[in-house]
């Protein structure tokens, strides 16, 4: 499945979704380098050209720089793949308290598919005074 598509159907109709997602037999790597990377590369790219080129203002002083826009760039793009992989492993690991399976595959699914919001909402980073609501969306 297309990523953009997948995406538009999370946030749309997440219910008949997520009944598809069920019936995939789960690729880690498919999931992380078609989906995460894309969706989470383009939050990091909407947060370098927020805060690098665009820019904001604190108090009196403008902060905007690509040190910064790079600095944002990364945070984002590292902490998404961070945060798939260790909220996948803690899910792992609790499931059978849960009365579930452990599958680590299903587990990055669940992860990886559930953040989508969050990455969506990022993108209003484009806009540094935007990027409040984009992270209420992630919420």
């Not at 953009?4 to 880690?28: C, F, G, H, M, Y």
């Not at 990055?108 to 990027?131: E, R």
Request: aromatic letters at 12%; hydrophobic letters at 55%; glycine letters at 10%.
């Amino acid at each position: 499945m297309n990523a953009i598509e997948r995406a538009k159907n999370i946030i749309v109709s997440p219910n008949k979704e997520w009944d598809v997602i069920a019936l995939e037999q789960p690729n880690t790597g498919q999931i992380i380098m078609g989906y995460v990377l894309l969706l989470a590369g383009a939050a990091a790219v909407a947060a370098f050209i927020g805060y690098g080129l665009i820019g904001f203002n604190w108090g009196l002083f403008r902060y905007s720089s690509t040190t910064w826009g790079i600095y944002y760039a990364l945070n984002v793009l590292v902490g998404a793949i961070a945060g798939v992989f260790i909220s996948a492993f803690v899910i792992d690991a609790l499931a059978p308290s849960f009365g579930s399976e452990k599958n680590m595959g299903r587990s990055v699914q669940l992860v990886a598919y559930s953040y989508t919001p969050a990455w969506i909402g990022a993108l209003l980073a484009i806009y540094p005074p935007l990027s409040i609501i984009g992270a209420i969306a992630g919420l």
